[in-house]
């Protein structure tokens, strides 16, 4: 998922200077502001993994098309239009969400939303593991 949202980002900066930021954060359930959302189904924390770029941004029309398969507005060698349709794949797969929201010309941000659910986050070696259940 993040390989497809880093390349997108790239692709949209293309050859200007541009930033791409990853955030991720872990929030409480009760606090999550996706709505009627299937998150975090059964789980009191959900992760909020953010991607955003500084590129071209996606317009309102591009972005109700954008996890079509083979929806594209790249040239050929460019794009298949099958990266965002995997990562929605993805998330429905694992109950997720994705959300984006864009300002043409300034850029996109993109959060997906996953429920944590059964893991606790390790502090000393910064790795999500399964909790035990006795
Ligand atoms: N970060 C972004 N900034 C601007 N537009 C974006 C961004 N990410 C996606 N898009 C738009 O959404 C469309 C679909 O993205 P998607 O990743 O599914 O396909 P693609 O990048 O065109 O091709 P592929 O990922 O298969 O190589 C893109 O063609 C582009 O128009
Ligand atoms: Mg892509």
Redesign the pocket.
């Known amino acids: 998922m993040l390989i ?2 880093c ?3 790239r ?2 900066i293309g050859d200007e200077h541009g930033r791409i930021t990853i955030r991720l954060s872990e929030r409480k359930a009760a606090d999550q502001p996706v709505g009627k959302s299937v998150v975090p189904h059964g789980s009191d924390v959900l992760l909020d993994l953010g991607v955003s ?1 500084t ?4 317009d309102k029309e ?1 972005l109700e098309k ?2 079509d398969p083979f ?4 040239k050929k060698e ?10 929605h794949g993805i998330l429905q797969k694992h109950k997720g969400e994705i959300k984006i929201t ?1 300002t043409v010309g300034v ?2 941000t ?1 959060h997906v939303y996953l429920a944590a659910d059964g893991r606790k986050v390790d502090k000393k070696s910064k790795s999500v593991r399964r909790s035990r259940r006795q």
Do not use: H, M
């Open positions: 497809n949202l390349t997108n980002a692709q949209a770029d590129g071209c941004g996606i591009t954008i996890f929806f594209t507005t790249k460019q794009g298949t239009g099958l990266g965002l349709a995997v990562v864009s850029g996109i993109v």
